[in-house]
């Protein structure tokens, strides 16, 4: 088992940044054996995915909606994943999830930390 705890969140201004944390704990010796993404959901939406990164760090997916302004990492000696987010607009307000995928499906899930842009 793997849990997940996000860290981060909160209110910012339309044009503003923010860094969401992601640090896993548990069975941590797998963490680099994992696919990571951040996810979303807004009041109303359904959950989008909104930026993933490969095991190793080398293979990198951005939904449309935040490409060139988001950007994954991780650390897999310290067990993180993080979403740096600049040029952050109100349609960016959601709560943020992050995830973790042994191959396809994501299997571990951490309760979301929530983000809101104000205009």
């Known amino acids: 088992q793997v849990q997940l705890v996000e860290s981060g969140g909160g209110l910012v201004q339309a044009g503003g940044s923010l860094r969401l944390s992601c640090a896993a704990s548990?069975?941590?010796?797998?963490?680099?054996?994992?696919?990571m993404g951040w996810f979303r959901q807004a009041p109303g939406k359904e959950r989008e995915l909104v930026a993933r990164?490969?095991?190793?760090?080398?293979?990198?997916y951005y939904a449309d909606s935040v490409k060139g302004r988001f950007t994954i990492s991780r650390d897999n000696a310290k067990n993180t994943v993080s979403l740096q987010m600049n040029s952050l607009k109100p349609e960016d307000t959601a709560i943020y999830s992050c995830?973790?995928?042994?191959?396809?499906?994501?299997?571990?899930w951490g309760q979301g930390t929530q983000v809101t842009v104000s205009s």
């Open positions: 995830a973790a995928a042994r191959i396809t499906q994501y299997n571990y």
């Open positions: 548990g069975r941590t010796s797998y963490f680099s054996t994992y696919t």
């Open positions: 990164i490969s095991r190793s760090g080398s293979d990198i």
